[in-house]
């Protein structure tokens, strides 16, 4: 749902504001109003998956709904898989969630073992597990940036190539600007 966005008109609308919003702005987009219609859908969207998530647990507490956790995991996951991509936070919430089921029963060694994988990844894969795996063998399983292409011109489309001047000579042989051609 969220590639199909990305490729239809509001979803270049915002990559346009995301790149320079004066400039999407003289393209007649409403940067306001697309910035406030951001902000509510991600708000709600967030509502939502906490709606779900709590509805799973028996009780709510405050410190289970604010911790610092939560912020910390999601940069967890989208610092391994990858920024600016579709498939970058979804790998890494794969990566996240298997480290889960099999670290979380060492206690506080499961969080310092999260922090050891973020630190090799951050330094092996600058643009994490995805932006590694795709710059390396061309895959994109969501394309949704736009390339110029441009078309490789046969050899009808090519100018004719143009015969060079002949160059002036002197009586001496060494070549000589036109200038000097002229002066002579």
């Known amino acids: ?107 506080t060694w499961y969080l310092i073992g999260l922090g050891i994988v973020a630190i090799g990844v951050a330094l092996y894969f600058p643009q994490g597990i995805w932006g590694y795996v795709s710059k390396r063998f061309g895959l994109e399983l969501f394309p949704v940036g736009r390339r110029v292409v441009l078309a490789d011109s046969g050899p009808g489309d090519r100018p004719a190539p143009q015969n060079p001047a002949p160059k002036a000579h002197v009586a001496d042989g060494t070549p000589q600007p036109p200038s000097a051609r002229e002066a002579a």
């Not at 969220?2 to 919003?21: E, I, K, N, Q």
């Not at 406030?36 to 967030?46: E, K, N, P, Q, R």
């Open 1 to 107: 749902m969220l590639y199909v966005f990305l490729r239809a008109r509001p979803g270049l609308a915002l990559t346009a504001m995301r790149d320079s919003a004066v400039a999407a702005a003289s393209q007649g987009i409403d940067v306001g109003r697309a910035r406030l219609t951001v902000y509510l859908v991600a708000a709600g969207g967030t509502a939502f998956a906490g709606a779900l998530y709590f509805l799973g647990n028996l009780r709510i507490s405050p410190d289970a709904a604010f911790s610092v956790n939560w912020t910390a995991f999601g940069i967890f996951i989208v610092l391994i898989g990858g920024l600016g991509t579709l498939e970058g936070p979804i790998i890494g919430a794969l990566i996240f969630f298997v480290l889960n089921k099999f670290l979380s029963d060492y206690g």
